[in-house]
């Protein structure tokens, strides 16, 4: 079993930054696959980034390439998504996830463990 905790969410003007923290429990941390996702109000929850358990792979969703990066600690059981160049449309609670067994890197339905998200609000 692995317990998540985002940090590190909050108000932001566009053009700025935020850097989202995600703290996982468990001994098996530098095995998973994370992931970060997230869900506007009255919109489905949606792929953000991902990175491999070594974290020698990452992969974007289109619409932050460039602008967000993800990282991971696997001696801290940290996994930090770098926000920059934030947008209006970026406005979100933002989650990550653990994916056990490695199967995906964006395939929300093939993540194992969530966390209960952090919000991030870009006022224009």
């Known amino acids: 079993q692995v317990q998540l905790a985002e940090s590190g969410g909050g108000l932001v003007q566009a053009g700025g930054s935020l850097r989202l923290s995600c703290a996982a429990s468990g001994r098996t941390f530098s095995s998973y696959t994370m992931g970060w996702f997230r869900q506007a109000p009255g919109k489905e929850r949606e792929f953000v980034a991902g990175i491999s358990y070594s974290g020698g792979r990452t992969y974007y969703a289109d619409f932050v390439k460039g602008r967000f990066t993800i990282s991971r600690d696997n001696i801290a059981k940290t996994v930090v998504l770098q926000m920059n160049s934030l947008k209006p449309e970026d406005t979100a609670v933002y989650y990550c996830?653990?994916?056990?067994?490695?199967?995906?890197?964006?395939?929300?339905?093939?993540?194992?463990?969530w966390g209960q998200g952090t919000q991030v609000t870009v006022s224009s």
């Open positions: 996830a653990a994916d056990r067994l490695g199967r995906t890197l964006d395939d929300q339905r093939e993540y194992d463990y």
